[in-house]
C-alpha cells in the first residue's frame, strides 16, 4: 500500500509565500502530482514531478526529492484565490492511476 | 472542446434505491477514471475504463457498485441498494490515453449523493 501525509490546513497573508509539504512511502515510484481544488469544484491539474529538483510554473513551484520521498508546492505572491485544497496524489507500482492524500486546505487571508 | 461533465450534479436518494451517474469525458479521451471524495478525504479510486473495457475495478467497494462504458465514451456508474455510507461526491475523470505517467487526468465537477 501507500502511505501519504500532508498538513490538513495551513494559513497565509496575501501577498506572502507558503510551501506545502508532502510526504509518501510506496514501492515503484513513479511519479507525484499536485491538484487544486475549490470548495465544491473539481480538481485541477497544477504539476506532474517524477525527477529530483524543483519545476517551476509562473507563481507555482513543485519539489521532488525520490530518496526522501518528500515533495513540496511552493506557492508565492499569495492571492486571496489561491484559498483552495490542494491535493497531493502519487504513482506506484507500476500503475498509472494515482492514490490522493487528504489534501490541505489553504486559506489566504488579507 | 468541452471538458468532463457530469450528470446529475445532485442527486438525493433514500436508502435501498438504485442510482446511475453519468459521465461524459473530453472527446477523444480513451481512459476514464471513477473516484469518490468524501469531505475533508483526498479522491479514493473506484474503477478505471481503458476504452469500454474496465482495465482495472480494485477501487470498488463491494458488489453493490457496477460501472459500465459501452462505447468507449460515455460512462455510468451504478449503485445498487445505496446506503447511507455512500454519501459522497463521486468524481469522473479522463485522459487522453491512461498509458503514461504525464498523462494529465481532467476532472468533472462531481455528482454529490446524498442517501437518506
Known amino acids: 500500500g501507500q502511505n501519504i501525509d500532508q498538513p490538513t490546513e495551513m494559513t497565509a497573508t496575501e501577498g506572502a509565500i507558503v510551501q506545502i509539504n508532502c510526504t509518501y512511502q510506496t514501492s515503484g515510484f513513479n511519479g507525484l502530482f499536485w491538484y487544486q481544488q475549490h470548495a465544491g469544484e473539481a480538481p485541477t491539474f497544477l504539476s506532474y514531478n517524477v525527477l529530483d529538483g524543483l519545476e517551476e510554473k509562473g507563481r507555482f513551484s513543485s519539489f521532488l526529492s525520490r530518496s526522501k520521498g518528500y515533495s513540496y508546492l511552493l506557492l508565492k505572491e499569495l492571492q486571496m484565490k489561491d484559498s483552495a485544497s490542494y491535493l497531493c496524489?502519487?504513482?506506484?507500482?507500476?500503475?498509472?492511476?494515482?492514490?490522493f492524500g487528504r489534501g490541505t486546505s489553504l486559506i489566504v487571508h488579507p | 472542446g468541452a471538458g468532463v461533465s457530469q450528470t446529475p450534479s445532485n442527486k438525493v436518494t433514500e436508502k435501498g434505491k438504485y442510482v446511475e451517474l453519468r459521465c461524459d469525458p473530453i472527446s477523444g479521451h480513451t481512459a476514464l477514471y471513477w473516484y469518490r471524495q468524501s469531505l475533508g478525504q483526498g479522491p479514493e479510486f473506484l474503477i478505471y475504463?481503458?476504452?469500454?473495457?474496465?482495465?482495472?475495478d480494485s477501487g470498488l467497494p463491494n458488489d453493490r457498485f457496477f460501472a459500465v462504458r459501452p462505447e468507449g465514451s460515455v460512462s455510468t456508474l451504478k449503485i445498487q441498494r445505496t446506503e447511507r455510507g455512500d454519501s459522497a461526491v463521486y468524481l469522473c475523470?479522463?485522459?487522453?490515453?491512461?498509458?503514461?505517467?504525464?498523462?494529465?487526468?481532467?476532472f468533472g465537477p462531481g455528482t454529490r449523493l446524498t442517501v437518506l
Open positions: 496524489a502519487v504513482l506506484s507500482g507500476g500503475s498509472y492511476i494515482p492514490t
Open positions: 475504463f481503458q476504452g469500454t473495457g474496465a482495465a482495472d
Open positions: 475523470a479522463s485522459s487522453r490515453s491512461g498509458s503514461q505517467g504525464t498523462d494529465t487526468q481532467y
